[in-house]
Structure formats: structure tokens, C-alpha cells
């Protein structure tokens, strides 16, 4: 089968042999990481054939067949990388930077096969070769010898490509079905197995379908290649589709519309052309296709052969012989046979303007003559690639005005497309509904959850190739939670298809222009402009040239207020992928200069505008991290961290230490040590509020047992915290002695913000171990202190205002003693203080005091809205370390006002987030009570026992003397109930626990025992 005459092909990409040393003309690929396809081809038994002929044959035989493989390559402008005894190795994409390397490397392999059957070779029987095509990223490697340098390609999917052409029958090519997916193309194949292709390409290192690919129709003219999947409907193109029906339909009134589509690639151009031939269809209209291809962009009406014999095949039954019915000259008639069979040599005794002149009329012709027995609409796509004799031949026509014609391009393709075209239609990004519908449907039959199709949609931008392609690696992924699904997806590689696009479009950058849109890419997506300059002055040549490249190559964009962006995230996206590890180090580097100096500029003048944005610190941070300057990277998170706490902006803290706990891990042990030690004491409190300071214990012990010397004044904080640490991990006892220690400290250096803190966490011990007076002292004492002048200050690594914390507690313990009138002036005080600081935790403080007050009291209606408001802010925040009393104390409440649906809601999503387990206090307890008690309320007698028992379990387990108090309350009256006794047999009776209630003053409890008592 003849593919393609593409003879003048090989001079116009400019055969990369042939001029230039290889590695020189390569440089600015070196260092890249390239989305390429790689062929291997092989002689088959070579080795007994050698053995069969003598030594200069055998020579003459190899030399001829590599020649030939060689030239089957260069023709489709692949490059050869390595001859290997037998065996030629090859990349398309690389140099010329093609889009379609799958397409070009399925094509040579064709080729070659074709060109060993015809006896090209010159020996009898001709050896067969087998090839093997697979694309994947590769790096290009630059290897010196003793004779030069050559050059070698990295990559999985080199060695995958080798293992596939092993697959190969003799005489056949194999491709992978990545290459498949990649050629849009109708193929024909033939399954071929499947291959281990492993590494990063495919998730779980699935097994990768191996085809023998038996022909690609490269020119067909009846139908329009869409990339990927066309079965789903066209969304989100209403208005657009509506002018391809004006269009179509006019035709039928003989009214002869033409109409331009210009969009990004992968906008849906191919798709509308495609929509236009299925409602021509509708409509009994014919169509015929013209597509542009780079391959063909250098020969003169290469893209027309196709169409021309589609425009013959369709006139068969009205004209058998077109070239009479045309009234075509004898040269025209030539000219017709040569181009139709995609020959070159036609008429080759005429001058080139005579040829030209002479093949626009045959064509126009031609397209005539069928336009005259059927109606007609031509249907040209990639505009921007037709040459400039296709382009004649359609302005020829549309100047007919007989012939409907739509013609979609990318934007680079305007000027040639302007000229042909009445009316113009830009299609733009899809809109966030269109786009939603979109990714839904594809996922229809397995639907995913909504938070991994919103990250689809941001990623995708509006790009339809981008969310189609997403959207269908999302029926890959096995369902994961939405953090982990949308990990995945942005951790996984971008989809070979829409890699191969974005990629294209970076290779075509040179040298200067790639190391800016490097530095770009590592400064994000969004820049401000001064950064583009001073990148482009330190990585550059000729920064101005190089930015207007970016800029006309559509990978940047200027949007005013000193700003630019890249065109497409995914454009940032690509172009930071394509860099090797190497390259994108440095380009952090150089990042960081660039930031360091902005900060510096704008430091001095203190913002005295000039509308440079201030680098912050978690950037510098991360360009520094990224650059391999990990101590600097640290001195950076650390002022991040300050400035984040100081902002009060907890989750950036918690992210802040988990990159520098990343970062710390990579230092030796023992500074790795100390770093983790001075983070932990920084971010204590605010994990605290989050519930996850347990993971800082390692790092607070070393600080407290002096293993770690951050000076005396933290090691006391750290003998709190560890104090405090222990409280919350239900072991009060423990933390008794760590709180001596600090004590001790404190004695010897007496320091106000620290006694303070040693107060507050003495109180919380005291109160678990059942020392309810001693508490409210704590507080008492603590509250003198704080009433001057501290108020509002914050204290060791506490950030939360003290003042409203002990305030809150100490209302809480004091409800619990009956205190109520010291109680409520204790609430109004933590209230005051929370608005006036504006401060979010210490407000959910004061509200769960003010809630848990009015609870007590039995005044449900007024506790319930606050402690609701609680209970939201909670969750919104993420404080959840106050996250079991939150919900308990709004459970209980709902219980006695009879929400028992809703208290049983917020309860078993309480159970379901499972922060009761993290949390060993009384906060807990109160979980356990809450659904003891909704379980009583549902008269559920044995449910409510066993959670009672439960309850009890938890406060002897925590050492929590009060509660445990409280949960034998609760387990006599859950059996006064049931009638049922609770538990085991050492439950005291209801006076034993009457009198140990009045022993500590638990006023709460001393009611309830009374009633029980009766
Ligand atoms: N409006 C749309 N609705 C659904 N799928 C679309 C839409 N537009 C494009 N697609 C899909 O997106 C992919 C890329 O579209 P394509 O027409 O090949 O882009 P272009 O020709 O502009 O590069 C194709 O798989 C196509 O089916
Ligand atoms: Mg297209």
C-alpha cells in the first residue's frame, strides 16, 4: 500500500542529519523532558542470514537495509538516534517539535515495511524487519566518547518501545495503545497482546494493549478525525451549532454559506466539522474533508490528493470519467492523474508557475463539476496548516460562490483563513456548567463525587480535550476519598493526548524563548510582569525577543495591572513537567533570586508602590526548597509560620510544619532534631486547636527532658505542653508530674506568661482528678494576674487570648459547682473578650461556656442557638480538638427539647469523624453521655446500658475522677430506668455516690443523685 508521496517532505522539515553536528543543533532539548513516540526496528534473523553470505555482502545487505529504514524515518521527520549492529532506534517529536510524532512514527513504520516487500533492497528473498512504536516522556542524553558526542534517550518508554517490537510479528509493526489512542486517524489493527509497561505511565503499572497495526487511512476525505472519543453529544455549543444549521440548511435554498472556526487545539473545532458533516448528512448534502497536516505543510496541494480522489469516487455514477466531464486539457488531465495519486512528477517539463497555475484550475474544476451533480460542503480542518497552493485552490473556490465550505484553525492560522471566510466564530473555553455536564456524562455510568469533578473543572479551564480527557482517566482511577482522587489526579502524568498537544506547543520555542517560559513556570501560573523581566535578564540572551515569542507562541498573555499568565494552566503545567530535575533546580534558584531582590525592593520602600506584588515567605520557602536550600528553605517557613500564627491562620500553620518536617527529614539526625523541636514549640498551639498536637509529643519531650536545648525558658513551656499533652491523652496522673517539674522551673525563674500557663493546665489536672475547688483557685489566681495589663497578650507558644481560656474553663467548673452568679460573670467576661479581639477560637470558647451554662440551667431554648453557632464554627474552622463538646453539649440540649433525629445526626457524624478518640477528656465523656441518653429517650434500654458502661469505661480509663462520678450518675439512673443494673457488680449505691457528689461540691450531680434517690 502506498501511504503517502511525501518525497519533497524529507527536504522541507530539512532532514536533521544532514547539516550541523546533532548534539549541537540539540542543545536546548537536552535538559528537556519530551513527550515523544520512539520506534525500534529490527532485522528479523539477521544473524543467520549474515551467516548464509560472505562478509561483504553481509555488509552490502546491512548498509542497504539500514539506508532504507533511515530514509523511511527522515521522510517522516523522525530522527535516528541509534544504529545498533542490526537495529535502528528513532524519535519523532523531538526535533522538528511535532504534535503528531505518533502519527509520523506509525506512518515511517509502514513505510519501512513497504519499501523490504517491494524489492527496494535489491536482495532476493528481502529480509523482513519488525518495528515497534510506543510514546511516552523521554530525556535526550548527550554521551561523549573518544570520537565526538552522540546523543542517547532516557526513559521508560524507550525500553517499552523495545520490548513491543519484540512483539511484532516478522514483517509487521507493533504499536502500543497509547501510539493508538494518539493517532486520530482511522487505524486498521489487529490485537497483539498486552506488555507490562510499568513505571509512571500507567497507574498501578497496568498492563499496557499491544496491536499490530495493519494501515492508517492518512488522507481520507469522507469524514473528519476528532482526537479521542466523539460518541458523547456536543455540549455546551448551542449557539455554534445553531450557525452550522443555518449553514447546512441554506444550502438546500441554494443559498452557499462560509463560515471560519478558530480556537486553541483541543477547543472542539475537529468536533463542530464533524457535527456539520452529520447534519449535512441529515440534510442529503455531501461533504468533503481537506485537513492540513504538518507533515504536508511543504507540498504544494499535498493536502487535496485525498479529497480529490474522494470528489472522483463520489462522481463515479454521474461522471465515470471526470476528466471528460471537466473538459480538462490533456495537461490538466495529467496534472489530475498525478495528483490524485499523490504523485509528484506530474507535467515536471513545465515551469513551477505553470504547474501551479495548472493544477488550481484542475482542482477548482473538479470540486465544480461535483458541486454540480450533488450539493456540496466542504469541510477544511487545521487550517493552519494547509500550504499556501491548497489555500489558492479554496479561495479559488469560495470566489466561485458556488460551494459551501466551513474551515476551522487555530488562531496562528488567521491571516490564511481571514481571506476565505464571510463570518468567523472564535470558540472560547466552555462555561462551568457546559464543562460539569461534560465530565458528568462521561462518568455517568460510574458516577464520581463532586469535589474530584470540581478539581477536573478548575484544572481543565474550559478546555473540552482537557476535561474529556480527565474525565475519562477518571473511570480509571478506582474510587478514592475526594482528597485522595484528587491527589492522584494531579500527581499522575497529564493524559498522553493532551501531554502531546501542550507539549508541541512548547518544543516550538527556541533556546532563549524555552529557558523563559522555564523560569515562567516555575513562578506559577500568574506572575507580575517585573518577575518576567528580571527572569528573562537572567536567563536570557535577548529577554525582549524571547518574551514577544512566548507572547505570539500563545504560552503567555499579558492581562494588565501588571500581570501575566500563562495561556492554560495546563500550558504552566506542561512546561514545568518538561523540565529534568537538573534544569528545574536551577530554575528555582534563579526564582528565588528573583523573589529574594522583589522583597528586598519592596521591603525597603514599604509597599511605596510599584505595583510589585511583596514575595512572601512561604514562595521563598518553596523556590528554595525546591532549589535544593533547605536551611534557607527553613529560615523562610519559619518566618511564614510566625506570620501565619500571628494572623492567626491555623491551617496555614499546619501545612507550614508538614513541609518543614519534609524538609527538616532530609537534614542529618541531630539538627534534624533540634529544627523539629524549635517547629513543634512554635506550632503547639495551634495543632492544639486542630486536635492533632499528639504528633508533636516526640518533639516537645526532647525539648522538655533538655534533650534538645532551646534555653530554659522553653523547656519550661515544654514541660507544660507535655503536661498539657498528657491531660488530653487521659492520663492527668502523668502529666502531674511533668507539671511539678515546671513548676520547679518556675520557682527557680519566675516568668508571668508561663506561671499563667502552668495555672491554667494545673487547673484542667486538677478538675479531672477531682479537684474541683482547686481548679476554680488555679483560675482565681491566674485571673489577678491577667487583669493587669495582660489581657490580651498571649503567652509562651499560647496564641489563644488566656484570659478568655481560663475564663471559659473556669465557667464550666463552676456551673459544675452551682457557683452560677460567678459563673455568669466569668461567661460575660470571656465574651467582651472574645469580640473585642475578633478571635474565632476564643469566640467558639466563650460561646460553649455561655451554652453549657444555660444547659445546666435548664433554659434549652436559649442554649441551643449558641451552642449550635458553637457547633458550626467549630466544624468550619477545623477546631477540632473542642469538636466532641461541641456536639455533645448540643446534642444533650436537643435531646431534652426532643430533636432526638437531629441529635442523633450530629451525633453519629461526631462518632464518624472519630475525634473522640483523639481526644481523652471530659469532652469525650460527654459523647458517650449524649447517646446514652438518646438512646434512653428512644427508650433503647439495653443500647443506653451499654453506652453508659461505655461512658463509665472512658472516665476510669482517662483517670478522670469527676466524670466518673458523672458516669455512675448516669448508669444508676439508665438503670432506675430500665429497671436493669449497668455495668458490673461495683457500682456503688445511689448514697455512696450522693456523698462522694457533696464531698467534691458537684452541684450537677447532687440534684440528679436527690431525684434518684426518691
Ligand atoms: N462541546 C463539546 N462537547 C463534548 N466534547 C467535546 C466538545 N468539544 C470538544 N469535545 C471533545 O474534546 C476533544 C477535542 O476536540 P477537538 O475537536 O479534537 O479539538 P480541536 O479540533 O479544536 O483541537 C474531542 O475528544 C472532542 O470530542
Ligand atoms: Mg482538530
Same mark, same amino acid.
Given at each position: 500500500m502506498r501511504i503517502l508521496g511525501v518525497e519533497n517532505a524529507e527536504n522541507a522539515q530539512g532532514?536533521?542529519?544532514?547539516?550541523?553536528?546533532?548534539?549541537?543543533?540539540?542543545?536546548?532539548?537536552?535538559?528537556?523532558?519530551?513527550?515523544?513516540?520512539?520506534?525500534?526496528?529490527?532485522?528479523?534473523?539477521s544473524t543467520r542470514l549474515l551467516r548464509a553470505l560472505d562478509p561483504e555482502d553481509g555488509r552490502d545487505l546491512l548498509d542497504s537495509s539500514i539506508a532504507l529504514i533511515q530514509d523511511a524515518i527522515h521522510e517522516f521527520g523522525g530522527l535516528v538516534v541509534r544504529i545498533q549492529g542490526d537495529g535502528v532506534m528513532a524519535v519523532f517529536g523531538v526535533q522538528p517539535a511535532a504534535e503528531d510524532h505518533a502519527l509520523r512514527g506509525a506512518l515511517a513504520a509502514l513505510r519501512i515495511g513497504e519499501k523490504m516487500k517491494s524489492g527496494a533492497l535489491g536482495f532476493l528473498p528481502a529480509p523482513q524487519v519488525r518495528v515497534g512504536i510506543h510514546a511516552g516522556p523521554i530525556l535526550l542524553r548527550r554521551q561523549d566518547n573518544d570520537f565526538g558526542s552522540i546523543l542517547d534517550v532516557v526513559g521508560h518508554a524507550a525500553h517499552v518501545a523495545g520490548q513491543i517490537e519484540k512483539m511484532a510479528p516478522p514483517g509487521s509493526v507493533a504499536i502500543s495503545a497509547t501510539i493508538a489512542s494518539l493517532i486520530a486517524e482511522p487505524t486498521e489493527l489487529r490485537p497483539a497482546g498486552s506488555i507490562e509497561s510499568g513505571g509512571s505511565e500507567t497507574p498501578e503499572g497496568r498492563g499496557e494493549a499491544v496491536f499490530e497495526l495493519l494501515s492508517v487511512d492518512f488522507l481520507g476525505s469522507d469524514r473528519v478525525p476528532v482526537k479521542g472519543n466523539a460518541t458523547a453529544p456536543v455540549i455546551g455549543r448551542e449557539t455554534e451549532l445553531e450557525q452550522l444549521r443555518a449553514l447546512v440548511g441554506g444550502l438546500a435554498n441554494a443559498r452557499q454559506g462560509t463560515l471560519a472556526i478558530i480556537g486553541e487545539a483541543g477547543m472542539g473545532k475537529s468536533r463542530l466539522l464533524l457535527e456539520a458533516s452529520r447534519i449535512a448528512a441529515g440534510?442529503?448534502?455531501?461533504?468533503?474533508?481537506?485537513?492540513?497536516?504538518?507533515?504536508?505543510?511543504?507540498? +504544494?496541494?499535498?493536502?487535496?490528493?485525498?479529497?480529490?480522489?474522494?470528489?472522483?469516487?463520489?462522481?463515479?455514477?454521474?461522471?465515470?470519467?471526470?476528466?471528460?466531464?471537466?473538459?480538462?486539457? %490533456?495537461?490538466?488531465?495529467?496534472?489530475?492523474?498525478?495528483?490524485?495519486?499523490?504523485?509528484?512528477?506530474?507535467?515536471?517539463?513545465?515551469?513551477?508557475?505553470?504547474?501551479?497555475?495548472i493544477a488550481t484550475g484542475t482542482?477548482?474544476?473538479?470540486?465544480?463539476?461535483?458541486?454540480?451533480?450533488?450539493?456540496?460542503?466542504?469541510?477544511?480542518?487545521?487550517?493552519?496548516?494547509?500550504?499556501?497552493?491548497?489555500?489558492?485552490?479554496?479561495?479559488a473556490i469560495t470566489r466561485g460562490g458556488r460551494i459551501a465550505m466551513i474551515v476551522?484553525?487555530?488562531?496562528?492560522?488567521?491571516?490564511?483563513?481571514?481571506?476565505?471566510?464571510?463570518?468567523?466564530?472564535?470558540?472560547?473555553?466552555?462555561?462551568?456548567?457546559?464543562?460539569?455536564?461534560?465530565?458528568?456524562?462521561?462518568?455517568?455510568?460510574?458516577?464520581?463525587?463532586?469535589?474530584?469533578?470540581?478539581?477536573?473543572?478548575?484544572?481543565?479551564?474550559?478546555?473540552?480535550?482537557?476535561?474529556?480527557?480527565?474525565?475519562?482517566?477518571?473511570?480509571?482511577?478506582?474510587?478514592?476519598?475526594?482528597?485522595?482522587?484528587?491527589?492522584?489526579?494531579?500527581?499522575?502524568?497529564?493524559?498522553?493526548?493532551?501531554?502531546?498537544?501542550l507539549a508541541a506547543r512548547l518544543a516550538a520555542l527556541d533556546a532563549d524563548a524555552t529557558r523563559l517560559c522555564q523560569i515562567c513556570a516555575v513562578l506559577?501560573?500568574?506572575?507580575?510582569?517585573?518577575?518576567?523581566?528580571?527572569?528573562?535578564?537572567?536567563?536570557?540572551?535577548? +529577554?525582549?525577543?524571547?518574551?514577544?515569542?512566548?507572547?505570539?507562541?500563545?504560552?503567555?498573555?499579558?492581562?494588565?495591572?501588571?500581570? %501575566?499568565?500563562?495561556?492554560?494552566?495546563?500550558?504552566?503545567?506542561?512546561?514545568?513537567?518538561?523540565?529534568?530535575?537538573?534544569?528545574r533546580t536551577a530554575m528555582h534558584g534563579n526564582a528565588l533570586v528573583i523573589l529574594k531582590e522583589a522583597k528586598a525592593r519592596t521591603d525597603l520602600a514599604l509597599r511605596a508602590g510599584t505595583g510589585d506584588e511583596t514575595a512572601s515567605h512561604a514562595e521563598l520557602a518553596t523556590h528554595a526548597e525546591k532549589a535544593g536550600l533547605h536551611a534557607e528553605a527553613l529560615v523562610h517557613l519559619w518566618e511564614a509560620c510566625v506570620q501565619a500564627l500571628s494572623l492567626a491562620a491555623i491551617d496555614a500553620v499546619r501545612q507550614l510544619h508538614e513541609r518543614a518536617c519534609a524538609i527538616v527529614a532530609r537534614l542529618p539526625a541531630a539538627q534534624a532534631a533540634f529544627e523539629r523541636s524549635r517547629f513543634a514549640m512554635l506550632v503547639f498551639d495551634t495543632l492544639q486547636q486542630l486536635s492533632l498536637e499528639q504528633i508533636l509529643r516526640t518533639d516537645v519531650l526532647a525539648v522538655a527532658d533538655g534533650k534538645v536545648n532551646l534555653g530554659p525558658g522553653l523547656r519550661t513551656v515544654a514541660r507544660i505542653n507535655m503536661a498539657l499533652l498528657d491531660w488530653i491523652d487521659g492520663a492527668p496522673t502523668r502529666g502531674m508530674v511533668w507539671l511539678a517539674q515546671a513548676e520547679a522551673d518556675l520557682d527557680k525563674h519566675e516568668s508571668l506568661p508561663r506561671r499563667t500557663y502552668a495555672d491554667l493546665t494545673a487547673a484542667y489536672l486538677a478538675f479531672s482528678l477531682g479537684n474541683p475547688a482547686e481548679a476554680v483557685n488555679r483560675i482565681d489566681r491566674l485571673g489577678a494576674r491577667l487583669a493587669d495589663g495582660l489581657r490580651g497578650e498571649t503567652f509562651g507558644a499560647v496564641v489563644v487570648i488566656p484570659h478568655v481560656l481560663a475564663r471559659a474553663f473556669g465557667a464550666w467548673y463552676l456551673t459544675d459547682l452551682g457557683q452560677t452568679?460567678?459563673?455568669?460573670?466569668?461567661?460575660?467576661?470571656?465574651?467582651?473578650?472574645?469580640?473585642?479581639?475578633?478571635?474565632?477560637?476564643?469566640?467558639?470558647?466563650?460561646?460553649?461556656?455561655?451554652?453549657?451554662?444555660?444547659?445546666?440551667?435548664?433554659?434549652?431554648?436559649?442554649?441551643?442557638?449558641?451552642?449550635?453557632?458553637?457547633?458550626a464554627d467549630c466544624l468550619r474552622h477545623d477546631f477540632l480538638g473542642f469538636e466532641p463538646a461541641c456536639v455533645s453539649w448540643l446534642a444533650l440540649c436537643m435531646i431534652e427539647q426532643g430533636l432526638l433525629t437531629e441529635a442523633a445526626q450530629v451525633l453519629s457524624q461526631s462518632v464518624e469523624r472519630g475525634h473522640f478518640r483523639k481526644v481523652r477528656t471530659s469532652a469525650t465523656y460527654y459523647l458517650h453521655e449524649a447517646r446514652a441518653r438518646l438512646a434512653m429517650a428512644r427508650n433503647e434500654a439495653s443500647e443506653a446500658a451499654n453506652l453508659a458502661a461505655l461512658a463509665l469505661n472512658h472516665a476510669r480509663d482517662c483517670e478522670d475522677v469527676v466524670h466518673e462520678l458523672h458516669a455512675l450518675t448516669l448508669c444508676a439512673e439508665v438503670s432506675a430506668i430500665s429497671g436493669q443494673p449497668v455495668a458490673r457488680a461495683d457500682t456503688p449505691s445511689i448514697s455512696t455516690l450522693k456523698a462522694r457528689a457533696d464531698e467534691l461540691g458537684l452541684a450537677v450531680l447532687q440534684k440528679r443523685l436527690e431525684r434518684l434517690a426518691i
Open positions: 532532514s536533521p542529519s544532514r547539516s550541523g553536528t546533532l548534539p549541537e543543533r540539540l542543545s536546548a532539548e537536552l535538559d528537556s523532558i519530551r513527550f515523544a513516540t520512539i520506534l525500534f526496528a529490527d532485522i528479523v534473523g440534510h442529503g448534502t455531501t461533504f468533503a474533508a481537506v485537513r492540513g497536516n504538518a507533515l504536508l505543510e511543504a507540498v +504544494p496541494f499535498g493536502c487535496l490528493g485525498g479529497t480529490l480522489r474522494h470528489l472522483i469516487d463520489l462522481l463515479q455514477p454521474f461522471a465515470p470519467d471526470p476528466a471528460v466531464a471537466a473538459q480538462l486539457s %490533456a495537461n490538466e488531465a495529467a496534472c489530475l492523474a498525478g495528483l490524485s495519486a499523490n504523485e509528484t512528477g506530474w507535467l515536471s517539463h513545465l515551469p513551477p508557475g505553470d504547474r501551479s497555475r482542482i477548482v474544476r473538479i470540486v465544480e463539476l461535483a458541486a454540480a451533480h450533488m450539493r456540496l460542503l466542504l469541510l477544511v480542518d487545521d487550517a493552519q496548516y494547509l500550504d499556501s497552493e491548497t489555500l489558492m485552490v479554496l479561495a476551522a484553525g487555530r488562531p496562528e492560522g488567521l491571516p490564511r483563513i481571514n481571506g476565505l471566510c464571510a463570518t468567523q466564530l472564535r470558540l472560547g473555553s466552555l462555561s462551568r456548567s457546559a464543562a460539569r455536564t461534560l465530565v458528568s456524562l462521561i462518568n455517568r455510568i460510574a458516577p464520581v463525587d463532586d469535589s474530584v469533578i470540581d478539581h477536573v473543572i478548575d484544572r481543565a479551564e474550559g478546555l473540552p480535550l482537557a476535561l474529556q480527557e480527565f474525565a475519562v482517566m477518571l473511570q480509571g482511577t478506582p474510587a478514592a476519598d475526594a482528597d485522595g482522587g484528587d491527589d492522584a489526579l494531579s500527581a499522575a502524568p497529564l493524559p498522553a493526548r493532551l501531554d502531546a498537544l506559577g501560573p500568574v506572575f507580575p510582569v517585573s518577575r518576567l523581566q528580571r527572569g528573562g535578564e537572567l536567563v536570557c540572551r535577548n +529577554p525582549v525577543t524571547a518574551v514577544a515569542r512566548l507572547v505570539d507562541a500563545r504560552v503567555i498573555e499579558f492581562v494588565g495591572t501588571g500581570q %501575566a499568565r500563562f495561556t492554560h494552566q495546563l500550558v504552566q503545567e506542561a512546561a514545568y513537567r518538561a523540565m529534568a530535575r537538573r534544569r452568679a460567678k459563673a455568669r460573670s466569668w461567661v460575660a467576661e470571656a465574651i467582651n473578650l472574645s469580640r473585642r479581639y475578633t478571635h474565632a477560637y476564643s469566640r467558639m470558647l466563650a460561646d460553649l461556656a455561655h451554652g453549657y451554662l444555660h444547659y445546666r440551667a435548664g433554659r434549652m431554648e436559649r442554649a441551643l442557638p449558641i451552642l449550635r453557632r458553637a457547633h
